[in-house]
């Protein structure tokens, strides 16, 4: 069965620090990827997302992703970390060209930035 | 702001109680999506309609019922909750095009639902 593990439930970093988060997926072919972010009291919003073409990806808010395929990994990293930062960051699949999109999502990581 | 509203943020109800929660999209999307999310848990797909057909049942129990009249419009009634369904649900929105590629997901803020 299709699943995304994010393996660290919480990560405390220091502002101005380097952030990096790990996802991994389980699924026969390259899904779609994709990280999101939910802040407290809030929804969820898109950070950035690999289809295909370059494996590093640039997102918003200066996070970036790298996909490696023989690692079955899709990790995001930001080089310095601001406090706003502070959220809880979701990774998640959706099938290449499976009917409907049904997103599977990891457990999520909980970043928590010190000053 | 996402263009995705929901309604109402909180709501505290009974288990014998009828409630509906509302999400609507300004974004041009014709797929809409529910989702459970809990404490302990990753965020659960519960229900997905596309051009405004339910294509997407993720076994959820009865006692959830989604309505989606239009393609702006996704409802979720509720009705003889139990404790356990407390938690965050989500809607989201979508493009959906031919061929199996898949657009982002916008999401709402989520409702936040106790059941006591």
């Known amino acids: 069965a299709q699943s995304v593990t994010q393996p660290d439930i919480h990560i405390t970093v220091s502002e101005g620090a380097s952030l990096e988060l790990r996802c991994n997926y389980s699924y026969g072919a390259t899904p779609y990827l994709f990280w999101y972010v939910q802040s407290p009291g809030q929804g969820l919003q898109l950070l950035l997302k690999y289809f295909s073409g370059d494996t590093l990806v640039q997102g918003i808010k200066g996070f970036e992703a790298e996909f490696k395929r023989s690692q079955s990994s899709f990790n995001l990293r930001k080089p310095s970390v601001h406090w706003s930062d502070a959220a809880e960051y979701f990774c998640?699949?959706?099938?290449?060209?499976?009917?409907?999109?049904?997103?599977?999502f990891g457990g999520g990581t909980r970043v928590l930035v010190k000053p | 702001e996402t263009g995705v509203t929901q309604t109402p943020r909180h709501l505290v109800m009974g288990m014998t109680n009828k409630k509906s929660l509302k999400c609507e999209q300004h974004l041009g999307h014709n797929a809409m999506y529910w989702y459970k999310q809990s404490a302990k848990k990753p965020l659960e797909l519960m229900f997905v309609y596309s051009l405004e057909e339910r294509v997407e049942n993720n076994s959820v129990p009865s006692r959830f019922s989604p309505e989606c009249p239009n393609s702006s419009h996704l409802f979720l009634h509720l009705h003889t909750l139990q404790p356990e369904d407390s938690a965050l649900y989500l809607c989201?929105?979508?493009?959906?095009?031919?061929?199996?590629?898949?657009?982002?997901?916008?999401f709402g803020p989520g409702t936040r639902l106790t059941v006591l």
């Open positions: 998640a699949v959706v099938p290449f060209k499976a009917a409907g999109n049904k997103l599977t």
């Open positions: 989201a929105s979508s493009q959906e095009t031919s061929g199996g590629v898949h657009n982002e997901q916008f």
